[in-house]
């Protein structure tokens, strides 16, 4: 399944997990090598099949995720996990 023109879902890649498309690159991956101080540069260089739209769509991907991310706050369950 394509999600954009740059990020898709296959379950027989990376176990489902959305990658970059013709790839076995996840956005995963991508932000968590961000989130560890790399730079467009350094992703770039490190996987020479991606590019900076990719990164780009990696981002927004995970920015639309969250967007859409439904938190719900059980009453009582902080007080239960400190025994």
Do not use: F, Q
Not at 46 to 51: M, Q, V
Not at 78 to 83: D, L, P, Q, V
């Amino acid at each position: 399944m394509t999600i954009t023109g740059r990020i898709e879902i296959n379950p027989k890649v990376m176990l489902g997990k959305p990658v970059i498309r013709g790839t076995r690159i996840t956005v995963e991956l991508i932000l968590r090598k961000m989130s560890e101080g790399a730079s467009e540069h350094d992703l770039l260089d490190a996987y020479p099949g991606l590019t900076e739209a990719d990164i780009k769509a990696a981002v927004a991907y995970a920015a639309d995720t969250l967007a859409h991310e439904e938190t719900i706050l059980l009453e009582g369950t902080e007080s239960a996990a400190k025994g």
